[in-house]
DNA sequence: ACAGTTTAGGCAAACGTTTGCCATGGTCAA
DNA sequence: TTGACCATGGCAAACGTTTGCCTAAACTGT
């Protein structure tokens, strides 16, 4: 189409030139609070008008100009989940706080779309990255050796490395295990998916290794599902769980994803939750208080995640950080 | 800064052309599918190169000349909502799958913040525009004003007319009758918040009218409730309603939160769900199948959405569309 | 041989911005 | 008087693309 619709609307920098009879850089220097460089007049008429005609910076002009996009790419595996929503809500909130605008790209899970945003993002002059529970893939790699500005949140660099903002999940499994033994629980279990995520694992392990510290001869069950997303795993989990040997006193559901599973799986199976079997779950999402009274959790602080994630990728940018903010979690018990 | 650094990795036109020994113009129209414009020699040797390198056009170069940004926005009231994230996540893919990519914005059911990303987005040079559940807006009225390609979901055009895609919430609210009527529910109610958006109001009304039409002497009790979310407004309605003159037998929820208000404050209250009190709820969230067996409710197939939003969008912009799309509905009973 | 057409490709403008550098003209001090 | 300095502001390049128009050279038909 060779009709370029000049945007309506849009005031440029050359409007307002014309307008006042100066130049664009002129009125690119006032625009930008320079304001040693033209007389007090011409300061007043150009801010005047840009008030007038309510001029604001074009961002694309911008961008390609070299300078800044305020664009910040987060890439997550899926808005589905709950806690995803929660990151995702309050990181935008922040960034926005902060003048940037958040671009959210679903990446399924998958290295190769992963890959696709990474690019994609790149080339629109995203000024910072932030991945939630990242996998590996080439361009990340790849992004990581440029020394992009990039903040992993809740899983860890797959490259080693990188900022990091998330819970110490050792310590969040073992508070589970302290928990289910405060119970009284004698039986324990973990489901958990059948591809280990380093967040996962690490929940597990603490865990486990939590309850042979306390009990050293306690025998723990352990049981994985397979499924697209946590609840088809837990629930997969949770029926070989009880296949193999009936059903455990307590389990511990590294995602509260997983022990919904669990809970349907209870349903069909007639086991009773959580009189028979106390599910504990990690992330303690907003719903549980309204409609899973059967849920103890840990709730991680998603909604402070935001801020801490901004902080960081600003501090990044500034070349004054690389290190981890470990959030303190706290269990819910209902 | 004066140091622009060159972002690594990314290959201009102007790369490709100074390596070829052709003009940027003759590299960009092999780029660009313009085959008959070179001898077979240099389209081959453009070609080659283009691979090799990697060469992919900048979109921000692209919007700036004043053709296409491949951006959509969406901006939808909160990403808290599960069936905000469902139709965030369905049309997300669809737009990836046309080759857009899609900005998500939360306006946190703001006008103010609805203004600022419509005008963010615009300067952006974004292609299109996804209204879920708009406000009223000066912006947004401009933007109709304007005509730019605007697809409403769930909650229609403030100002009228326009591309909507939803359900007929009419006659959802009036399935939700007839379920409550056939499970031998003799004293109904409503909850919904203080104050009704449009999409709230049909289904209500339907509820009621159904209710009238089979029952012309049935009492409908009514009661509202405030609160930032239908969490909160749902948890205020049940208890005003119950203050007022105990519990209904039976409830319509306008949406799935509501009812998990209603969950909380019968919990809270000894009230017993659903025995004493059946809720029908409208949205049937995904996570209903596993943790809510106690509601039944209206499915809407968000996941669904997206697609046809897309293809609005498509029809918006080639000048093709401006009617209403009404997906089916169905009660899910539980 | 010559006019006309096709082929192959370059030039330059435009989108909106930022910024280093240059050009006036004036003021001030020695 | 002259050199230095400051105030004011314009020029032009650069970022990466696309595309209308132009120009050669090489064909084609008669």
């Known amino acids: 189409m060779s009709d370029r619709r000049r945007e309506p609307g849009q005031t440029s920098l050359a409007d307002i030139a014309a307008e006042a009879g100066v130049s664009v850089s002129t009125v690119s220097r006032i625009a930008n609070g320079d304001l040693g460089r033209a007389s007090a007049a011409t300061v007043e008429k150009v801010q005047?008008?840009?008030?007038?005609?309510?001029?604001?910076?074009n961002p694309v002009g911008r961008s390609l100009r070299g300078g800044e996009s305020r664009l910040v790419a987060m890439l997550a595996p899926n808005?589905?989940?709950?806690?995803?929503?929660?990151?995702?809500?309050?990181?935008?909130?922040?960034?926005?706080?902060?003048?940037?605008?958040?671009?959210?790209?679903?990446?399924h899970d998958r290295p190769d779309l992963q890959d696709e945003y990474l690019r994609a993002m790149r080339s629109r002059f995203a000024e910072g990255f932030i991945l939630v529970s990242a996998v590996a893939s080439a361009e990340l790699e790849a992004s990581v050796k440029r020394g992009e500005p990039i903040v992993f949140v809740n899983r860890r660099n797959p490259y080693g490395g990188g900022a990091f903002v998330g819970i110490d999940n050792r310590r969040a499994g073992a508070d589970a295990a302290d928990y289910l033994l405060d119970c009284g629980v004698r039986a324990p279990a973990v489901i958990h998916p059948a591809e280990l995520s380093s967040t996962i694992r690490e929940r597990?392990?603490?865990?486990?290794?939590?309850?042979?510290?306390?009990?050293?001869?306690?025998?723990v069950r352990r049981a994985e599902g397979a499924g697209a997303n946590h609840l088809d795993c837990g629930y997969a989990a949770a029926l070989s769980l009880i296949a193999a040997g009936g059903w455990?006193?307590?389990?511990?559901?590294?995602?509260?994803?997983?022990?919904?599973?669990?809970?349907?799986?209870?349903?069909?199976?007639?086991?009773?939750?959580?009189?028979?079997?106390?599910?504990?779950?990690?992330?303690?999402?907003?719903?549980?208080?309204?409609?899973?009274p059967w849920l103890s959790s840990v709730k991680i602080p998603y909604r402070a995640f935001g801020e801490r994630v901004v902080a960081c990728l600003l501090a990044l940018r500034a070349g004054t950080l690389d290190g981890e903010v470990l959030l303190g979690h706290e269990l819910i018990r209902r």
């Open 48 to 57: 005047r008008l840009i008030a007038e005609r309510g001029y604001r910076p």
């Open 79 to 107: 808005l589905d989940n709950p806690a995803m929503a929660a990151i995702a809500a309050s990181t935008e909130a922040a960034l926005r706080a902060a003048g940037y605008v958040m671009v959210l790209c679903d990446t």
């Open 248 to 292: 455990p006193d307590g389990v511990l559901c590294p995602s509260d994803l997983m022990a919904y599973g669990l809970f349907r799986a209870a349903r069909e199976r007639g086991g009773r939750i959580p009189d028979d079997c106390r599910p504990v779950g990690i992330d303690d999402n907003d719903l549980n208080a309204w409609i899973a």
């Open 204 to 219: 597990v392990e603490g865990f486990i290794d939590r309850l042979r510290e306390r009990r050293p001869g306690m025998a």
